[in-house]
């Protein structure tokens, strides 16, 4: 196991998923489409890897890996020339690891309409200068939406490490 001493764990100061959220906006581009003028999986893929990052490099304030993800649906394509916005936000922080939940939407520009396009739920580890774990300050949950969605990350969380032990 890594060598961090017991007062640095001891010192981490709790934060609310409010203090670390991002917001994060792409215009969809020529490029970033297949033939249909949808927007690439991949490329979502993308936005929603860094706009995760930047909220757990923000509560834990390290350098971040991305470690898992958990889901991600598709619910209806982003089209060219539509804004994407990403909502990045934790829901659960565990002593070196947290779970960010990204909702990806979609605006029309010209007709204002918003629509949810998809959900993802990815896991990162804060790392040390080194490139080793380090430990991350806990997450205090503030609303009855924040600790619901704390308690289902947890759940998340145990079906995750099952599979790994399974797949051991």
Do not use: C
């Amino acid at each position: 196991m890594h060598d961090i001493s017991k007062d640095h764990i001891k010192s981490l100061v709790g934060k609310a998923p409010s203090v670390s959220k991002v917001e994060m906006t792409e215009l969809v581009l020529p490029n970033d489409t297949n033939l249909l003028g949808n927007l690439l999986g991949g490329k979502l893929m993308h936005w929603i890897d860094i706009a995760g990052a930047m909220a757990a490099s923000r509560h834990s304030s390290r350098i971040v890996a991305t470690v898992a993800l958990d889901s991600l649906d598709f619910r209806h394509p982003a089209r060219m020339g539509e804004l994407v916005m990403l909502h990045a936000k934790l829901t659960w922080a565990g002593r070196t690891s947290m779970e960010v939940k990204v909702n990806a939407y979609a605006e029309n520009i010209k007709s204002g309409n918003i629509i949810l396009t998809n959900r993802a739920y990815l896991t990162f580890v804060a790392l040390d200068d080194t490139g080793k774990p380090v430990p991350v300050p806990p997450l205090i949950p503030e609303t009855d939406e924040e600790r619901v969605d704390y308690a289902e990350a947890e759940k998340r969380r145990g079906e995750r490490l099952q599979r790994k032990n399974r797949d051991m």
